[in-house]
């Protein structure tokens, strides 16, 4: 079992920056690609941003590219979230996910984190 545990979401005006982390543990932490998901009222969870186990492959949606940047550190069990230039519409709850490969559908994801709340005003 590998458990997964966000922290780092909270209340930012828009144009600022939150840097969301997710510690691992349990089971090994090796081969397993990492992701961010979010979700907002109302909507789907989607996929923000996803990194392969080495950190050499990563995915960004479109709506967060140049803007968020996803990152790991395997020696720690750590994987990151740098958010800039935050927008309203970014406000949702981030979900840490891990899965044997790099996935784009959430229902490939074995492991979930429990969510932090990000909220953008305006």
Request: proline share 2%; glycine share 10%.
């Amino acid at each position: 079992q590998v458990q997964l545990v966000e922290s780092g979401g909270g209340l930012v005006q828009a144009g600022g920056s939150l840097r969301l982390s997710c510690e691992v543990s349990g089971r090994t932490f090796r081969g397993y690609a990492m992701a961010w998901f979010r979700q907002a009222p109302g909507k789907e969870r989607e996929l923000v941003a996803a990194i392969s186990w080495s950190g050499g492959s990563t995915y960004y949606a479109d709506s967060v590219k140049g803007r968020f940047t996803i990152s790991r550190d395997n020696a720690k069990n750590m994987v990151y979230l740098q958010m800039n230039s935050l927008k309203p519409e970014d406000t949702a709850v981030y979900y840490c996910a891990a899965a044997s490969k790099m996935e784009y559908d959430a229902t490939h994801y074995d492991f979930w984190g429990q969510g932090t709340q990000v909220t953008v005003s305006s």
